[in-house]
Nanobody
Framework: QVQVVESGGGLVQAGGSLRLSCAAS????????MGWHRQAPGKQRELVAV???????MHADSVKGRFTISRDNAKNTVYLQMNSLKPEDTAVYYC?????????WGQGTQVTVSS
């Protein structure tokens, strides 16, 4: 049984920072990719950032220069460092892990940025 557990969300003022964590446990072998998506009220879920098993990363244009995804291999954990947060970053952030062509999703963590 695979579990994906996110943490680190919360309320922050515009310009502030938060760090999200996503830990995978259970029989998760080797992840091909670990990433973050977000969904704001009334909007579709969108990709924020991805870490690939080869070590490369991708960040959406809307967060480039402000957010950074990274991974701790020993802990099988992926992080999303979010700086210079804006009110439009307010959303539920979901961790997604792809392993052996199977998607695993976390339950989501709320990030609220006040103006």
């Amino acid at each position: 049984q695979v579990q994906v557990v996110e943490s680190g969300g919360g309320l922050v003022q515009a310009g502030g920072s938060l760090r999200l964590s996503c830990a995978a446990s259970g029989s998760i072998f080797r992840a091909n990719a670990m990433g973050w998506h977000r969904q704001a009220p009334g909007k579709q879920r969108e990709l924020v950032a991805v870490w690939y098993s080869g070590g490369s990363t991708m960040h959406a244009d809307s967060v480039k220069g402000r957010f950074t995804i990274s991974r701790d291999n020993a802990k099988n954990t992926v992080y999303l460092q979010m700086n210079s947060l804006k009110p439009e970053d307010t959303a539920v952030y979901y961790c997604r892990i792809v392993a052996s062509m199977i998607d695993y999703w976390g339950q989501g963590t709320q990030v609220t940025v006040s103006s």
